[in-house]
């Protein structure tokens, strides 16, 4: 395995890092009201911790208004749902697949607010 002397040898680690931030900011969608109706990019698909690299002070407005949309997602059950549809002939395939991913998205939400708000 490299060690960063050695990949600093073959690129240029902060301006990759700065290429990657430039990524994210160009994907997370900024209008927050979308974050609880629609199926946009949020900062919890990129940032499930807060140590990440990535992680700068312009997302936090970002992610502050992800978490605050979480309560009212977050289904009876404790879970959290699906934010996307097959427009599609396959009901029952859906309804299976949403199965399916239901318990991977409350991981991922679970985790996000615990970590973000433990942050505070």
Known sequence: MLNREQIEGIIDV???RTAIIRAIDATVC???TRYSTEYV???STFFRS???PFLVASFMPLIQAELETLPARQTPDGGFD???QWHTDYP???AQARDW?????TLDKLRFLT?????G
């Open 101 to 105: 991913w239901r318990p991977r998205v």
């Open 92 to 94: 029952e395939t859906f």
């Open 14 to 16: 902060d301006q990759s």
């Open 82 to 84: 699906i934010s996307w």
């Open 115 to 119: 970590t973000f708000t433990k942050r």
């Open 41 to 43: 990019t949020m900062p």
């Open 50 to 52: 807060a140590d990440s």
């Open 30 to 32: 900024r209008d927050t």
